[in-house]
């Protein structure tokens, strides 16, 4: 067994909130670079291009991309081969989210009891999605996830005979209703088969790909590519104001599901798409 | 619509809020008070119960804000807009004690436009996501209530060449529809 120290995984995690919040990616910014390239709209040029600027200040590290710096969603792909000494992992993880929250002067967005909301006052505690692998690392991916867009995302339990067709239309209808609220252009991660629970899981995990790199598999790549034409003939457009670019990359995961079902997730993502990865 | 972008002050008197279309493009100066989910649900409860609210808020503008903790040495932190329509179930109260306008990211209810006409009123959008940017454009922050709600509490801003855009006006315009309308291939 290879030994990780628990004190090692709350000082990763600390760091990845952090990082996540001020420092957007490469791949988000390419994106919103060749969406500005593409856009017609003159109001929807200009969000771009404030949102570009909007990454470059944040990237100086003294405020945050967006006010809401998120739920903070933690998966982990965790080796077989190892062992967390010196404390509980969730906790250190937690621990970790608390100390990065706190010292990266991020907003503190959650509430203990979903009816009563009293806030933690600490962004704990995470969700967290635990996956064994084989192998001794650890590979812990943050990812901040904005509740603005959270709240456009949506599910459905489609029926087998609703088939492809069934699912472009429920996807671009949940964009449809959602999108400007979900600070648009948005990334669309969409989940198609396994049970209610995985569907949206991996709904999420569509999330976590590169921005705009296609699936593996050629079918599942050439429904993106439908997907992403169809929203973006919606004509919502950076931030609502009207304009070709609604989402910048859609991604699909799949997942084997019952010969009754056809389950359908859709999970929004802002234009502030805020994931870090660290592997220990 | 219209291109050019006019500077107007907040608090808003009767003559600019009736003046203003949905699409014209703004720069505010002045002060906007800040409030949110939780801080809303008090305002209205304050007001149900018959009690003075902390604020006045005839002709005042509400920005749809939970900001992230101010650093040493800055006025706020990143400060963009939160969803509107989450309010949407709070507003008549306020309009009816003269509150005039509100900042938020997104589309409001068709309920909520009908009340801005009936009450001469207008809702502004602003750029959800470009909150470190939008933060330069707020020069003071003050707690004003409700301090226990952390980033929901009550603040007063002063605002300086504050970026928005009217997204409905007092006629019931909606700049929403009509600027989609123009890219809709469907």
Not at chain 1, 72 to 93: H, K, N, P
Not at chain 1, 221 to 228: I, N, Q, R, S, V
Not at chain 2, 149 to 164: K, M, N, Q, S
Request: charged residues 25%.
């Amino acid at each position: 067994m290879r030994q990780i120290e628990a004190r090692h995984i709350t000082e990763a995690v600390e760091r990845l909130c952090v990082e996540a919040n001020y420092v957007l990616g490469d791949d988000l910014v390419e994106a919103l670079k060749g969406a500005l390239e593409r856009e017609e709209s003159p109001s929807g040029r200009d969000v771009l291009s404030q949102l570009i600027d909007n990454a470059r200040v944040s990237g100086e590290g003294q405020y945050p991309a967006c006010q809401d710096t998120g739920f903070t969603i933690v998966f982990l792909e965790m080796g077989q081969g190892v062992q967390v000494i010196g404390g509980d992992l969730y906790q250190a993880i937690n621990s970790g989210v608390a100390r990065g929250y706190k010292k990266g002067y991020l907003r503190a967005s959650i509430v203990k009891d979903p009816l009563k909301r009293v806030n933690t006052g600490d962004n704990t505690p995470a969700v967290i999605h635990t996956e064994l692998r084989t192998g001794d690392r650890l590979k812990i991916t943050v990812m901040a996830k904005g509740g603005g867009c959270e709240n456009m995302s949506r599910s459905a339990m489609l029926t087998p005979a609703m088939g492809k067709q069934g699912v472009v239309n429920f996807v671009v209808d949940t964009v449809r209703r959602g999108a400007v609220n979900a600070c648009p252009p948005v990334i669309v991660g969409v989940g198609v088969g396994g049970t209610f629970d995985e569907c949206a899981l991996i709904s999420k995990k569509a999330l976590l790909r590169p921005i705009g790199s296609p699936h593996h598999d050629p079918a599942t790549a050439g429904l993106e590519k439908e997907l992403l034409e169809e929203i973006n003939n919606l004509g919502i457009g950076p931030q609502g104001l009207g304009g070709r670019i609604t989402a910048l990359t859609v991604h699909v995961e799949k997942y084997p599901c019952h010969i009754a079902s056809l389950p359908v997730a859709v999970n929004m993502e802002c234009h502030s798409h805020r994931v870090k990865t660290a592997t220990l | 619509m219209p291109e050019e972008i006019i500077h107007i002050k907040a608090p808003m008197d009767e003559k600019t809020v009736l003046g203003l279309r949905a699409g014209q493009k703004v720069l505010f100066d002045g002060v906007f008070y800040t409030a949110r989910d939780s801080s809303h649900k008090r305002l209205v409860e304050l007001i149900e119960q018959g009690k003075p609210l902390p604020i006045d808020l005839q002709g005042q503008v509400i920005y749809y804000v939970g900001p992230t903790p101010a650093r040493p040495g800055q006025v706020i932190g990143s400060a963009g807009p939160t969803t509107s329509s989450r309010m949407d179930p709070y507003m008549e109260p306020l309009y009816k004690k003269g509150l005039k306008g509100t900042v938020g990211k997104g589309e409001r209810s068709q309920e909520v436009i009908d009340l801005m006409k009936r009450y001469k009123a207008v809702h502004f959008s602003n750029i959800g996501g470009a909150a470190a940017l939008i933060a330069k454009s707020i020069r003071k922050c003050d707690m004003i209530a409700f301090e226990d709600l952390g980033t929901e509490a009550i603040h007063r801003l002063e605002v300086e060449d504050f970026f928005a855009i009217v997204a409905y006006d007092t006629l019931g315009n909606d700049m929403y529809k009509e600027a989609i309308k123009i890219y809709s291939r469907q």
